[in-house]
């Protein structure tokens, strides 16, 4: 007797379906590291266009003080390398080890400089400190000598940057101290190391990559301000990148000076990553119960108060209440300053929205590589002058060859490829840091349940890592926000951001106008600043 075919069981068809799995696995890791790609190239584009464009033959060049910006931009480097490391790193450490009044609202406090952009610090000391104002006519009328404060010179922007971007140095050396062990200051109290020499050699050692990148940011957004030297009258290099394009009208001369632009950024990373080299700086892997603030003389306490409201009142009180009190006494051009914001909103919420999309592609479509990494931080350490150059030499030859006529939206476009190329690095590394803390299992586990790699990275490890995103896109808006020189090279006509309209108020001496679009932008970047400050805080203590 014959027996009847067999049924196909339920393993034949799962049989069947795998090879479609298979390709539909294959298909969305393609996807995924086809973004990658290009999120890459849109950091390396402009950057090798600069090359190519300065290295090309160029004939009947103008005459360029080259020499005379490139040692101004290396004294205003050291200058204010120093300053800021000597005031980050004594904050750092004071609102962290010592109990004084009002420590809790400096340790946040002390951030709020890194919200006021460089220019408007600039705006408000060159205003307040100017040979016609208040303060310089009262004291010649009372003494009879003039101050010697002249803001407008290489010592008043080493001043101003130092105070604008010492809160970088403060923030990492403040996120280091917080996650070492108080267990081992206990040691070194019993071994007979009074405070001081805790700092200088076991704190402070420890701290080194801290250090050193938190003086790596400050460097490379030294380089890169334009919006305060420019007022200042201190010709850097961004600013000869700028007057190259936009008075000279030569992308040939400006490319050779972004190239070095370019060259020292690359200089910056290397040595930073050559001092972190094979070396670990472990505090501890636990820290058993939070570190306890020393306590302070009556004396020290009266010092600690009045250095660190000395900081808050230099780095933005002075000049942001100055600004206000001009502000307050005219009626801004509302159409102007509304479309303005409104622009800037564009312009923000736009290329805050490209950026995350190419770092979270490169974060998960090139997790393992760490070039790339390397390749980020790169356009970051690039000023935003030179990001808008190597962008207009692939643009323009596109146009010529297909005949195109500038438009709006290419405008619009290479703007926020613009940022894309500069900022990525800011969206990458806290997400990169966010997915290091993830344990793989859990992709993993989603795998082995039947979700392809893009499923698994868009259900289970973005939402984990919200919080970082979050984090991410907040630090991009900012900067966007305040970025001028790219937005000044590359902005559409008919389009005026508040940095942008501010910078046109200042260039003609009209500070009270120019008061509002950079008091509008400094409220826009608050809350960004005091979140981060709390998330270090908060990272700090989940370590106790």
């Given at each position: 007797?014959?027996?009847?075919?067999?049924?196909?069981?339920?393993?034949?068809?799962?049989?069947?379906?795998a090879?479609?799995?298979?390709?539909?696995?294959?298909?969305?890791?393609?996807?995924?590291?086809?973004?990658?790609?290009?999120?890459v190239?849109?950091?390396?584009?402009?950057?090798?266009?600069?090359?190519?464009?300065?290295?090309a033959?160029?004939?009947?060049?103008?005459?360029?003080?080259?020499?005379?910006?490139?040692?101004?931009?290396?004294?205003?480097?050291i200058?204010?390398?120093?300053?800021?490391?000597?005031?980050?790193?004594?904050?750092?450490?004071?609102?962290?080890?010592?109990?004084f009044p009002?420590?809790?609202?400096?340790?946040?406090?002390?951030?709020?400089?890194?919200?006021?952009?460089?220019?408007?610090?600039?705006?408000?000391?060159?205003d307040?400190?100017?040979?016609?104002?208040?303060?310089?006519?009262?004291?010649?009328?009372?003494?009879?000598?003039d101050?010697?404060?002249?803001?407008?010179?290489?010592?008043g922007?080493?001043?101003?940057?130092?105070?604008a971007?010492?809160?970088?140095?403060?923030?990492?050396?403040?996120?280091?101290?917080?996650?070492?062990?108080?267990?081992?200051?206990?040691?070194?109290?019993?071994?007979?190391?009074?405070?001081?020499?805790?700092?200088?050699?076991v704190?402070?050692?420890?701290?080194?990559p801290?250090?050193?990148?938190?003086?790596?940011?400050?460097?490379?957004?030294?380089?890169?301000?334009?919006?305060?030297?420019?007022?200042?009258?201190?010709?850097?290099?961004?600013?000869?990148?700028?007057?190259?394009?936009?008075i000279?009208?030569?992308?040939?001369?400006?490319?050779?000076?972004?190239?070095?632009?370019?060259?020292?950024?690359?200089?910056?990373?290397?040595?930073?990553?050559?001092?972190?080299?094979?070396?670990?700086?472990?505090?501890?892997?636990?820290?058993w119960?939070?570190?306890?603030?020393?306590?302070?003389?009556?004396?020290?306490?009266?010092?600690?108060?009045?250095?660190?409201t000395?900081?808050?009142?230099?780095?933005?009180?002075?000049?942001?209440?100055?600004?206000?009190?001009?502000?307050?006494?005219?009626?801004?051009?509302?159409?102007?300053?509304?479309?303005?914001?409104?622009?800037?909103?564009?312009?923000?919420?736009?290329?805050?929205?490209?950026?995350?999309?190419?770092?979270?592609?490169?974060?998960?479509?090139?997790?393992?590589?760490?070039?790339?990494?390397?390749?980020?931080s790169?356009?970051?350490?690039?000023?935003?002058?030179?990001?808008?150059?190597?962008?207009?030499?692939p643009?323009?030859?596109?146009?010529?060859?297909?005949?195109?006529?500038?438009?709006?939206?290419?405008?619009?476009?290479?703007?926020?490829?613009?940022?894309?190329a500069?900022?990525?690095?800011?969206?990458?590394?806290?997400?990169?840091?966010?997915?290091?803390?993830?344990?793989?299992?859990?992709?993993?586990?989603?795998?082995t349940?039947?979700?392809?790699?893009t499923?698994?990275?868009?259900?289970?490890?973005?939402?984990?890592?919200?919080g970082?995103f979050?984090t991410?896109?907040?630090?991009?808006?900012?900067?966007?926000?305040?970025?001028?020189?790219a937005?000044?090279?590359?902005?559409?006509?008919?389009l005026?951001?508040?940095?942008?309209?501010?910078?046109?108020?200042?260039?003609?001496?009209?500070?009270?106008?120019?008061?509002?679009?950079?008091?509008?932008?400094?409220?826009v970047?608050?809350?960004?600043?005091?979140?981060?400050?709390?998330?270090?805080?908060?990272?700090?203590?989940?370590?106790?």
């Open positions: 007797m014959t027996t009847p075919p067999a049924s196909p069981t339920p393993q034949s068809s799962k049989d069947t379906l090879p479609l799995r298979a390709s539909r696995r294959g298909y969305g890791v393609f996807w995924l590291k086809l973004g990658a790609l290009i999120a190239l849109v950091t390396l584009t402009p950057l090798v266009a600069v090359v190519y464009k300065a290295l033959p160029a004939p009947d060049l103008p005459d360029f003080p080259f020499w005379r910006y490139a040692t101004t931009s290396l004294y205003l480097v200058g204010v390398g120093v300053v800021a490391l000597v005031l980050g790193t004594f904050s750092a450490w004071l609102v962290t080890l010592y109990e009002f420590r809790r609202f400096f340790s946040w406090a002390l951030v709020l400089p890194l919200a006021c952009p460089a220019f408007v610090l600039a705006y408000g000391w060159a307040f400190l100017d040979a016609a104002s208040p303060l310089r006519s009262g004291w010649r009328e009372a003494f009879g000598f101050l010697p404060l002249n803001m407008r010179s290489l010592w922007a080493i001043f101003v940057l130092s105070f971007y010492f809160p970088y140095i403060y923030l990492t050396l403040r996120a280091s101290f917080l996650s070492q062990s108080a267990d081992m200051f206990d040691a070194a109290r019993l071994l007979g190391l009074k405070p001081h020499q805790i700092f200088w050699r704190a402070l050692p420890l701290s080194r801290a250090l050193i990148a938190g003086l790596a940011l400050t460097t490379m957004e030294t380089l890169a301000d334009y919006g305060a030297v420019n007022f200042l009258s201190v010709q850097t290099l961004t600013m000869g990148v700028v007057r190259a394009w936009s000279f009208g030569s992308t040939a001369l400006a490319a050779k000076l972004a190239l070095v632009l370019i060259g020292a950024a690359l200089l910056f990373l290397v040595t930073e990553r050559f001092l972190r080299r094979g070396k670990r700086f472990a505090a501890g892997t636990a820290r119960r939070k570190q306890a603030p020393l306590p302070l003389s009556t004396g020290g306490k009266i010092a600690a108060v009045l250095f660190c000395l900081l808050l009142m230099l780095g933005m009180l002075i000049p942001v209440v100055w600004l206000v009190a001009q502000a307050v006494h005219i009626s801004p051009d509302w159409p102007r300053l509304i479309s303005a914001a409104q622009s800037t909103l564009l312009l923000s919420s736009s290329g805050t929205a490209l950026t995350l999309l190419l770092a979270t592609l490169v974060v998960f479509g090139m997790r393992k590589n760490r070039l790339i990494g390397y390749l980020m790169l356009g970051y350490a690039t000023p935003g002058a030179v990001m808008a150059i190597g962008l207009l030499v643009a323009s030859l596109f146009w010529n060859q297909f005949a195109l006529t500038s438009s709006l939206w290419l405008a619009f476009t290479l703007l926020l490829l613009a940022y894309a500069r900022l990525m690095a800011s969206a990458y590394e806290p997400l990169q840091a966010g997915l290091t803390r993830l344990t793989p299992n859990l992709a993993l586990a989603a795998r349940l039947g979700a392809t790699q499923e698994a990275v868009r259900r289970v490890e973005l939402p984990l890592i919200r970082t979050l991410a896109a907040l630090l991009v808006f900012v900067d966007i926000a305040k970025e001028l020189p937005t000044l090279i590359l902005r559409p006509f008919e005026e951001s508040l940095a942008v309209m501010a910078d046109r108020y200042a260039n003609d001496e009209r500070l009270a106008q120019a008061a509002w679009p950079s008091l509008i932008i400094l409220a970047s608050i809350l960004p600043s005091l979140y981060l400050s709390r998330r270090i805080e908060r990272s700090g203590q989940n370590k106790s």
